[in-house]
Nanobody
Framework: QVQPVESGGGLVQAGGSLRLSCAASGGIFAIHDMGWYRQAPGKQRELVADITSDGSTVYADSVKGRFTISRDNAKNMVYLQMNSLKPEDTGVYYC?????????WGRGTQVTVSS
């Protein structure tokens, strides 16, 4: 089972861009479905984007057309390119790795979008 570690968060103005990275170690990365989730203060954790082991993607309606998830199996990495950021995108972003009944989470990276 892989263990994800996120990086790339920070403070950005509305309309700006950030690229989050997730490094996965300890397992066979290519067979895992990978996802980015976020949790805003006082709210439940929600799915932002997901990419399956065969490269199929799913996005939350709120980020469609602005965010892009991708993976590099040779580097055991998954990325989230975030463009046209809005204050409502603020939150802790978590990387998730799933394989059958098993799932693991990173510790998260903070993204703050100022208006």
């Amino acid at each position: 089972q892989v263990q994800p570690v996120e990086s790339g968060g920070g403070l950005v103005q509305a309309g700006g861009s950030l690229r989050l990275s997730c490094a996965a170690s300890g397992g066979i990365f290519a067979i895992h479905d990978m996802g980015w989730y976020r949790q805003a203060p006082g709210k439940q954790r929600e799915l932002v984007a997901d990419i399956t082991s065969d490269g199929s993607t799913v996005y939350a309606d709120s980020v469609k057309g602005r965010f892009t998830i991708s993976r590099d199996n040779a580097k055991n990495m998954v990325y989230l390119q975030m463009n046209s950021l809005k204050p409502e995108d603020t939150g802790v972003y978590y990387c998730n790795a799933k394989f059958r009944a098993f799932a693991s989470w990173g510790r998260g990276t903070q993204v703050t979008v100022s208006s």
